[in-house]
């Protein structure tokens, strides 16, 4: 077998054998159990005390989410107007200029929603203290927020009945503290002993061998890119992100990359099932999330391996694969490979340009971010696939004729209805987005915007306009990567998506919260022969059924319209 | 509510004094350790700065190696990728016209002899690396624009040549600027 497949078992199987003790470690911390390191206690102890936040005063789930959304909202006021202002604020070495408001708009919901699409270069649009005081911050924050929302719900299904869901300012703090912060910090050493940069300095320049004056941009990129990964944001420091020799400096920085974005949403999936006693849902639910991915992946290593039909006609050599828009140190295996995890899990960090992917690649990315559950987000993974649980429930409870029950709670028509809207949420959002920006792309080519919409699309035909659908669905997946052909940086892209990266970041945190905490709080009834079991290989299977009837009769007209057109054109 | 303001308020300052003082600065000052001291590492011919370990630059002359296309022209300020899709017909011309230049500047050279990433953009512009058959292709043109043996050209490039990680990971790379400079030390 070739070194780059070997490559991608070896990573895989360490991701694993990081990811499960993590999760362990993860329910442990949040039961409040004794760890290793408990040494961090006073540090933790410290910022409540100047934070002015007793611990111990327990929240129901509505407060829970009060508590959420009120910080939420301050980050994006903050971020807002740093992002304007940042031309007349310090640590601008390279003199960027502020954003347009549209543009910061859509910036800051990105990144408070962990979403990270970028509609800015690295280079040239943002200032240091932007990019360490606002947008590393809230790869920090946004994650941790994800994560405190998770434990909500953990909390929930822990005892028989409760309202009392624990602490929100706790679980939040906790997230960075115990796990984001010290996993960030080895990270970044690692990615700077192995030539990212990590210092202050400003831009350089130099002549090159053959007398071309180069302009070099550098700064405090390792740290950013450390919890890039581990929170699954996926914002890069550069343009290009983890295509960009700084960011990713070769193939062992790169496996260490692909480890950290998916340990935090393993990990998440196992902490479940410990944390609420019932370990054999959370590897059930594993199972499920694991064929998954492979089922995503497999025929994307297979595209991709296989090379470009259309350059394979011109008579040269693929024996690797298809090379556009990747980097010869990593190889196609290994960008197919990290292809799939970004999108899987909504990190949307890249180390390959998408839009240069096959056909068939773009739509298993399509697919992955549509479907938003195989291990999923930083916490909201877990919260995604929890409505796809719920409804899994209720169908089976209607197929056999009883009241659907989940983990001891009966399962009524409120939190079905909230369970239906958070579902139809996502192909409303992305199929009407999509519908929006190919009208004014037909019909108002000559818009006077700073990118007129006739000049969008960088590739014609089927592939543009799965430059568009591409574009929606990773704003409401959160996911962040773009087919970056596309020219996004105008009014009309800016507002578009940071409406649907808003919605589909906090409509599909307060849903499940809500559920959880309305089942939490109903009567408790013990398990009998009538009860159906949620941790079994049928009802595995079943959820499973339920994620790709759901999703396919959603997006298979847009998917045809847009990578399969382009396939199947492609083969004549 | 308000409680909750205030208490998102000051959380927020101390956590922005936790994560974007004391997180990065400390990073910052542990990689001075590294080499190029966190500032990414630099290569030096004659005592002058010709470019950076990690980062590709172009070259065109017949007596180097040429590096793969890149869509932003080795810009390292302004990195990027083409994003062309792999089904627009401009975008299968622009790699036409590069296989015909590939094929007049290396005579004898056979088309199917051509790896792809010759002739396609990396998805930095920056890409450092070629492949072993992207630099197998350019010896004899290198060797005859220098006067050198072709052997003697195939050395250097096999001393240049990165193997897999630990022997095992990853494909095998030929770093571009380093190889130019060794046949410059000739």
Known sequence: MNTELIGIIATFLLTLIIAFPLGKYLAKVFAGEKVWTDFLKPLEKGIYKLS?????????????LKALLTINILWLVYGFFVLIFQNKLPLNPDGNPGMTADLAFNTIISFVANCNLQHYSGESGVSYLTQQFV???????SAATGIAAAVVLFKAFRDKTTTQLGNFWEFFVKSITRLLLPLSIVIALILSFNGTPASYDAKDQFISVQGDTVNVSRGPAAQMIAIKHLGTNGGGYFGANSAHPFENPGYLTNMVEMIAQVIIPIAMVIAFGYFIRRRKLGWTIFGVMTIGLFMLMIPTLSAELGGNPAIAKLGISQATGAMEGKEVRFGPAATAYWSTLTTVISTGSVNGMHDSTMP???LWQLLAMMINGFYGGCGVGILNYF???IIAVFISGLMVGRTPEFLGHKVEAREIKIAAIITLLSPFLILAGTAISSYVFTNYGDAGWAVQPKNWLSNPGFHGFSEMLYEVTSSNANNG??????GDNNIFWNVLTGIIIFLGRFLPIIGPVAIAGLLGAKKFIPESAGTLKTDTKTFALMTFAVILVLNALSYFPALALGPLAEYFT??? | MKKYIIQSIRLTLVLIVLLCIIYPISIALAAKLAKGNGSGEKITKNGKTVGY??????FTKPEYFWGRPSAVGYNAAGSAGSNKGPSNPDYLKEVQSRIDTLLKYNPGLKKAEIPADMVTASGSGLDPNISIQGAEIQIARVAKNRNLSAQKVKDLVAMNTLKPLFGLFGPSSVNVLKLNLALDNL
């Open chain 1, 52 to 64: 002015g936040i007793n611990v111990k005063e327990q929240m129901n789930w509505k407060e829970q």
């Open chain 1, 135 to 141: 947008l590393m911050f809230l790869q920090f924050v």
């Open chain 1, 360 to 362: 068939l690649t773009g």
């Open chain 1, 387 to 389: 409505i796809y649980l």
């Open chain 1, 481 to 486: 990567s773009g087919f970056e052909g596309l």
């Open chain 1, 570 to 572: 492609m083969l004549k």
């Open chain 2, 53 to 58: 370990a990690l980062l590709g630059q172009s």
